[in-house]
């Protein structure tokens, strides 16, 4: 398995609040990606990272940032998190190079993420 | 722009049953084709990829066919076992800054 490890695994948060949430990785990967999964919309892009601070937004980007100042550690926060923010959220990682578009993206395992 | 449109489910299916998941999918240029497989409780695992246009992608006795004339990619299994209950998910990539997925499909095999 690749060495991803998100935490916390799950978090019941107050509306509102501040949630940050975080992704490490061992396999020195140069692309980090934050997903989170729906019913019915399958997995959207939140925030991805093509390396140390350099990150961009995804399809979903509203009401989230990222930071990532080490190669290993991608975090997601959530800066005054809302209900519609309850979800299940993956992190992923992926090499890059002249094979980035066929090689997988390898994913963590979740954090189910509640807010109410 | 880019997409993936697969086949609602749920499906259920008899232990040893002809499985087909239909994925139909919209991209600009020629991107690289996927199955992700996710148990209970699990992140995504990837089943089965295809890069080119009649490449074939296999495992575990899955396979689906690049087919860039009907723009499809398939999953298809001769005979399923009660283990390959998941979500099955197809997914398209045309860079390295993102996967595209579809809804995913639920398979339920049942004894």
């Known amino acids: 398995d690749a060495g991803i490890t998100q935490s916390p695994r799950h978090k019941v948060t107050e509306t509102g609040t501040p949630v940050t949430l975080r992704c490490h990785q061992t396999?020195?990967?140069?692309?980090m990606y934050w997903y989170r999964q729906d019913p019915g919309h399958g997995l959207r892009l939140i925030h991805y990272?093509?390396?140390?601070?350099?990150?961009d937004k995804g399809e979903v980007s509203d009401g989230y940032s990222v930071s990532r100042s080490k190669t290993e550690d991608f975090l997601l926060t959530l800066e005054s998190a809302t209900s519609s923010q309850t979800s299940v959220y993956f992190c992923?990682?992926?090499?890059?190079?002249?094979?980035?578009?066929?090689?997988?993206?390898?994913f963590g395992q979740g954090t189910r993420l509640t807010v109410v | 722009g880019n997409s993936v449109t697969q086949m609602e489910g749920p499906v259920t299916l008899s232990e040893e049953a002809f499985l087909t998941i239909n994925c139909t999918y919209t991209a600009t240029g020629y991107p690289s084709l996927f199955w992700y497989v996710q148990y209970p409780g699990e992140g995504l695992q990837l089943l089965l990829k295809a890069t080119k246009a009649d490449d074939k992608g296999s495992n575990k006795g899955f396979e689906a066919t690049y087919r860039k004339e009907t723009t499809s990619f398939h999953l298809e299994k001769g005979s399923v076992q009660v283990s390959d209950s998941a979500v099955y998910f197809c997914a398209l990539r045309t860079g390295a800054n993102n996967l595209f997925f579809g809804t995913g499909t639920r398979l339920t095999v049942i004894p």
């Open positions: 992923a990682i992926s090499e890059s190079g002249k094979g980035a578009l066929n090689t997988e993206a390898f």
């Open positions: 396999e020195n990967h140069r692309y």
């Open positions: 990272s093509y390396g140390v601070k350099d990150t």
